[in-house]
């Protein structure tokens, strides 16, 4: 619904450059910003950006796999909480 995922481009034997667009350009932007906010002070996602990126992964792609890894993981826990009967 906020448009983070990657579209392609490719046709026959070319592949082009992937590119972010579509659902809701404000949601996008939040959920970019607290990503990077992140990447910058969170021990843990700071390593996987770092070795993200030593890997060669472009500063995008990986900002876009912490924001839906990230969101994975929410949702993950309120499906815990909501099971488990207790109230956030």
């Not at 034997?13 to 906010?37: E, H, N, P, W």
Request: proline share 2%; glycine share 8%; net charge positive.
């Amino acid at each position: 619904m906020a448009g983070v995922a990657p579209i392609n481009r490719d046709s026959g034997a070319f592949s082009g450059r992937r590119k972010v667009c579509g659902g809701r350009a404000r949601a996008r932007k939040d959920i970019y910003m607290a990503t990077l906010v992140a990447t910058k002070h969170n021990p843990i996602l700071k390593a996987f950006y770092r070795r993200l990126l030593a890997v060669g992964e472009t500063k995008l792609v990986i900002i876009l796999a912490i924001s839906i890894t990230t969101r994975m993981e929410e949702a993950r826990r309120r499906e815990i909480i909501q099971s488990s009967g207790l109230k956030a």
